[in-house]
């Protein structure tokens, strides 16, 4: 199959999915769900619209279009994918399947449900280009790989796969910089950055830099409407730990009544709990930055003003030319 061809019958199955009626929509969602209790019906209705996002001609035509693919090279690439947010591995998926590949999937026991209907939907769609996607228990025989996994699992996948051209992800979070010019509109649609998918994924903010003189009370009473978070069981655990540590510790810290705010200069936070550090001015901010470049997945900023940030409340809402930690996918699969 031409590349014309394949992005035609993508858009077919983002039309299919679209079209998908409520019953068994429902279903499908209550599967994933079942796989993994941080998958609420919010979270999937999230994903699954960035997903349909993904699925159009026009996307895929203007993805795909400064790249060149050898249609008579196709190489057998596996992927092992991670379950934390919903269909996380669908872009490499969807990546390995435009570039003209065949992709071996090894999909996460905590979200098969998702990856597996889809792939099942492409095949009754299309079956000539379906039938480029195995699911496999085990990869065997592959010629490229991509993995996302934990700093610990990639040490791993960094010894199993070195003899294939790979990509290896490790632990990334994201990052936002405060002004102090926002407006609490501004600060809400920062709330999306910070709770959706509970804080789980990659391109959730973990960490913020605010200016010395800030008052993050301010930030709190913004995102007052993100407080039925504690509604699911699961974050309410992790916050009355975490609440109950901080206390008897004796740390200081803020508490929004569902989440909290303590300074660190870490950036990864444990779920319910957001760091925040303070910075003296831009350059010291560009500093801390840089020191930090290969743990950050992406940095929000108001409007998106910062250097190579974008506007608060996208950040989990990626274009498919936004790449997991800044590795061109699409580069990497046409050259192999």
Not at 21 to 50: C, M, V
Not at 193 to 222: H, I, W
Request: proline share 4%.
């Amino acid at each position: 199959m031409k590349l014309e061809e394949r992005i035609n019958a993508i858009a077919a199955l983002g039309d299919y999915l679209k079209e998908l009626d409520n019953a068994t929509k429902n279903d499908l969602f209550l599967r994933a769900a079942n796989e993994n209790p941080w998958f609420t019906q919010e979270s999937l209705h999230l994903a699954w619209q960035g997903i349909l996002n993904f699925l159009t001609k026009e996307k895929l035509t203007q993805w795909t279009s400064s790249y060149s693919f050898a249609e008579n090279k196709q190489k057998k690439v596996g992927l092992v994918m991670a379950g934390n947010i919903p269909m996380v591995g669908f872009h490499d998926l969807l990546s390995v399947i435009v570039a003209g590949h065949k992709a071996l999937v090894k999909t996460s026991s905590q979200d098969s449900a998702l990856i597996l209907f889809i792939i099942n939907s492409l095949n009754e769609i299309q079956p000539a280009l379906g039938g480029r996607v195995a699911v496999v228990d085990r990869l065997n025989d592959m010629e490229a790989v991509i993995a996302t996994g934990s700093d610990n699992s990639s040490r791993y996948f960094d010894y199993y796969f070195s003899k294939v051209p790979n990509i290896i992800r490790k632990n990334r979070s994201s990052c936002a910089i405060i002004s102090g010019e926002e407006s609490p509109e501004e600060l809400l649609a920062l709330g999306d950055d910070l709770f959706s998918y509970f804080g789980l994924g990659c391109r959730n903010v973990s960490k913020l830099y605010v200016p010395k003189s800030y008052a993050l009370p301010t930030l709190l009473d913004a995102i007052q409407p993100f407080n039925q978070l504690l509604e699911h069981h699961k974050y309410r655990n992790n916050y009355d730990y975490h609440k109950s540590i901080m206390l008897v510790n004796g740390e200081p810290h803020l508490d929004s009544g569902f989440s909290l705010f303590r300074e660190s200069t870490d950036l990864v936070s444990p779920v319910s709990v957001i760091y925040y550090e303070f910075y003296e001015d831009e350059a010291a901010l560009s500093q801390k930055l840089l020191a930090n470049q290969e743990k950050i997945q992406a940095i929000a900023s108001r409007k998106g003003q910062y250097p190579k940030s974008i506007p608060f409340g996208t950040l989990q809402k990626p274009e498919l030319w936004d790449y997991a930690d800044g590795v061109d996918t699409l580069k990497f699969l046409s050259g192999l």
